[in-house]
């Protein structure tokens, strides 16, 4: 049972300040289902590498991992990758589907079976599974992993 009191005095051995992220690769992937992941975003600012101004819609889908080695390895029950989509939108704020562009997004509904008309974004929700290739994005606040690629199970 937790005791406020004995958590207030007790002395702790220093702490990880990093959490070790899934290692590069392929792995299976269900994404979450929690609507709010499905709100998009504004990305706007200036670039630090090209100095250049940017401003785009994206949306940033939670998946889990399904490889219960990863799960192991990292000593979680569960493990999750991020997938950020950037989105092509008309100026009524609709999805493009025209040539180059959402292909990302085309992408995963294509490796989720649901590339086909009629489509809606809340299809995504629980959606899977489907293969996600992980590669390591390294910034000044760590090494974060993202899923790069998608396709489907064959």
């Given at each position: 049972?937790?005791?406020?009191?004995?958590?207030?005095?007790?002395?702790?051995?220093?702490?990880?300040?990093?959490?070790?992220?899934?290692?590069e690769g392929d792995y299976r992937f269900l994404i979450d289902g929690d609507p709010k992941q499905l709100t998009p975003k504004n990305l706007k600012g200036i670039s630090q590498r090209t100095n250049e101004p940017y401003d785009f819609w994206q949306i940033e889908l939670l998946c889990f991992c399904l490889d219960?080695?990863?799960?192991?390895?990292?000593?979680?029950?569960?493990v999750t990758v991020r997938l950020r989509l950037n989105l092509d939108l008309d100026?009524?704020?609709?999805?493009?589907?025209g040539a180059n562009k959402n292909i990302g997004l085309g992408q995963l509904r294509d490796a989720l079976g649901q590339n086909k008309p009629g489509w809606?974004?809340?299809?995504?929700?629980?959606?899977?599974?489907?293969?996600?290739?992980?590669?390591?994005?390294?910034?000044?606040?760590?090494?974060?992993?993202?899923?790069?690629?998608?396709?489907?199970?064959s």
């Open positions: 049972m937790f005791d406020p009191n004995q958590f207030m005095s007790s002395a702790v051995d220093p702490m990880n300040t990093q959490m070790e992220v899934v290692p219960d080695a990863v799960k192991q390895k990292l000593g979680r029950d569960k100026a009524t704020g609709r999805l493009e589907v809606s974004p809340q299809m995504l929700l629980g959606a899977g599974p489907f293969i996600g290739k992980v590669k390591h994005n390294t910034t000044d606040k760590g090494t974060f992993a993202d899923i790069q690629r998608v396709a489907r199970i």
